[in-house]
Structures are given as structure tokens and as C-alpha cells.
């Protein structure tokens, strides 16, 4: 296995789904404050990155998720979601669409859903697809300076780094290959993906943190992700989520207007005719811990409304989770949160907790 050059480095290494990762470099507080004075540098090769080739592409990926795909000019993206026939989210994906192909990047704990959606869906021979997790890095820069530090790193104006939209994304020659710089709105705020060949990582790493990037691990991105209400497929969403529970329509992660797709049905349904009986929503609460996982939400009748996905200690905000809640829980509301051996007062709140 091919152990990220940033995790490499780090001081503290973990793994999600048998990928390594870099868990924190110094501590969470002093990465975490660095979205804010400088900008956050991490290495999120751990995802998986695959790119469809051929002169159908745009409409094999368009019948395989909720986003209008064929829509795409070159030089753009967007966010979408792989369902079950059921309407159930196999993976949450992320689409810029480039001159030859299209690249396509998933969370590591749905790799293996999606992939076997692609060999299952996708002939080879009209749409040719390849892997590319293992030869193509993928380094973020997040916060106040990204944009400078990008800039200076790639050579590109900085208005046009500014004026690219959500997922949008510029190809720059540099030195030893090409970069593909996106820019991805995931923590809420400015911030920059660099999609570069593996070979060519270390030195890109080098040069950011020379422009004053603060190398960051894992734990100080989820306090940044829950913050900015992302879901995290595996831990937030799964495949027992509908998209609108997951707020896939404030996203922008789904078209009402496109051509057919797997787990349509369920899709519009909600749309056009009903409505979903849960949120993704946050909580707030006192506390110098992290709400355990699958923690339950109890109402004043000490009735079961939902249940915690993430949950982190923010150095701004204190105590923070996302939840699954029963739609009758309004925004305001008070709950107890209970597990095994504990209990804490929460309030529900709408998502994002910070602009």
C-alpha cells in the first residue's frame, strides 16, 4: 500500500477503510486555528479518484447519479450522490469534468460500493474507466490565505482562482506534470484541491507549507467538515440514507429536471409528493467530549427522535454533532442525549453551525 507523503511525515498516523492518514501534526487547536490566520494543508489522498473516458461518458454518469452530468462543460463539477434502486446513497461523488474525461472522486468507506456499482453499470468498451487512487494525489488547502497560497504555488492569477464556481477547476504545467486545481466549498469557506501526480506530491507539499500553510491532520478537518454540516458517508450518511435527509438539496447535489437515473423513483417522490421523516441536523451542547456515536436523542415524553453521526469539541463553538433527527423535532429544540453510562442536554440546530 502506498502510504501518502503527508501522512508519511506525520507525527501520529491512523487509517479509514485500510487507508493511512495522517490523524494530527501538532494538535488539533493549532491546525484548526490555522483556517482562520493562514490555511489549512491537507493530504486527502485516502479517497478514491477514478476517471471515465469515451465520447458517452457524460451520459453513463448522468444514468448513474442524481446530478444533471450531461450538463457539464469542460472546466466544471459538481456534487452528486450513487443510489440503490431504492433511492438509498451508495456513495456521495464529486465530478469535474475535464477535456478527455471525466474525474470522478468518492469518500474511502464508499469505495467499495461504488466501485462495484461501476463494473456493474458501466460497459467498459463505450466508457472506459481506470482507478487512479494509488498514482494521483489529492492535497487541500483550506482557509483565510488558500487562495494566495495557490496562487503562488501554480502560478495562476488569483482572480482566477476566485472566480472559479464550486467545484470548478483549472488544469497548470508544473514542472513535472500537470495539476488539476479545483475549488472545493466542503469546510464552508474558501478552499483548494490539487490533484497531482504521486511523484510529484512531496515537492508540491514543500512549496505550500513554504507559503505558510500549516500541515493539518484528520482530527482538525472534522472539526472544520461537522462545522460546515458535511456529511461523511459510513458515519453520517450510509446506505440507508435518502438523499433530502442528508439536505443533498442544499448541496446542490440533486437535478428534478434531468433524464432518468438508479433510484430516481424515490427520489422525486419525495420531491414532488411527500417529504422525508428525518433531517441531518446539528447539536450543541456542554461538554469536554465528543457524543459517542449512535448516542440516541430523547424527547420530553422519552420518545427515541434520532440518533448522533459525528460529533467533535470545536475550539470556537464547544460541543457539536450531527444527528439524525425525526422531522416533528423543530430547530430550537431541547433533547436529551443517552448512552451507556451517560447523558447530556443538546439543542437542535439548523446546518451549517458557522457561515
Not at 502510504?3 to 501520529?12: C, E, F, L, Q, Y
Not at 492518514?21 to 491546525?31: C, D, I, K, R
Not at 504521486?198 to 467538515?225: D, F
Not at 427522535?305 to 423535532?329: F, H, K, N, Q, T
Request: proline fraction near 5%.
Amino acid at each position: 500500500m502506498t502510504i501518502p507523503v503527508a501522512a508519511a511525515d506525520a507525527g501520529h498516523l491512523g487509517e479509514i477503510a485500510g487507508r493511512p492518514v495522517a490523524l494530527h501534526y501538532t494538535n488539533v487547536e493549532a491546525e484548526y486555528s490555522a483556517l482562520r490566520t493562514h490555511a489549512m494543508l491537507v493530504d486527502r489522498s485516502y479517497r478514491t479518484r477514478m476517471s471515465f473516458e469515451g465520447d458517452r461518458r457524460l451520459d453513463t454518469l448522468t444514468g448513474l447519479v442524481t446530478n444533471d452530468v450531461g450538463g457539464l462543460a469542460p472546466g466544471s463539477g459538481q456534487y452528486a450522490a450513487a443510489l440503490t434502486p431504492r433511492g438509498k446513497i451508495i456513495a456521495d461523488v464529486r465530478i469535474m469534468a475535464r477535456e478527455a474525461d471525466l474525474l470522478v472522486d468518492v469518500p474511502v468507506r464508499a469505495a467499495a460500493g461504488w466501485s462495484a456499482m461501476v463494473r456493474k453499470f458501466v460497459n467498459p468498451r463505450t466508457t472506459r474507466y481506470v482507478d487512479y487512487t494509488d498514482t494521483l494525489a489529492d492535497i487541500g488547502i483550506f482557509g483565510a490565505q488558500s487562495r494566495a497560497i495557490v496562487a503562488a504555488i501554480t502560478g495562476l492569477a488569483p482572480d482566477t482562482l476566485g472566480g472559479l464556481a464550486p467545484y470548478a477547476h483549472v488544469t497548470v504545467a508544473l514542472d513535472r506534470g500537470p495539476i488539476v486545481v479545483a475549488r472545493v466549498p466542503d469546510l464552508g469557506l474558501e478552499g483548494f484541491e490539487l490533484f497531482v501526480a504521486v511523484e510529484s506530491r512531496a515537492e508540491l507539499w514543500r512549496r505550500a507549507i513554504a507559503r505558510g500553510a500549516v500541515p493539518s491532520g484528520l482530527e482538525a478537518w472534522e472539526v472544520a467538515r461537522i462545522e460546515a454540516g458535511r456529511p461523511e458517508w459510513g458515519i453520517d450518511i450510509d446506505e440507508s440514507t435518502i438523499p433530502q435527509e442528508a439536505n443533498f438539496d442544499d448541496l446542490h447535489a440533486i437535478s428534478y429536471t434531468k433524464g432518468c437515473y438508479t433510484g430516481q423513483e424515490t427520489v422525486a417522490r419525495v420531491h414532488f409528493r411527500g417529504h422525508v421523516n428525518r433531517h441531518l441536523r446539528g447539536l450543541t451542547y456542554a461538554g469536554t467530549s465528543p457524543l459517542p456515536l449512535g448516542a440516541q436523542l430523547v424527547d420530553d415524553a422519552g420518545k427515541a427522535v434520532g440518533d448522533v453521526r459525528s460529533a467533535a469539541i470545536s475550539p470556537r463553538l464547544g460541543g457539536i454533532a450531527l444527528a439524525m433527527v425525526r422531522r416533528e423535532i423543530a430547530v430550537g429544540s431541547s433533547v436529551r442525549v443517552t448512552w451507556d453510562g451517560g447523558e447530556s442536554a443538546a439543542s437542535v440546530v439548523v446546518l451549517p453551525f458557522v457561515a
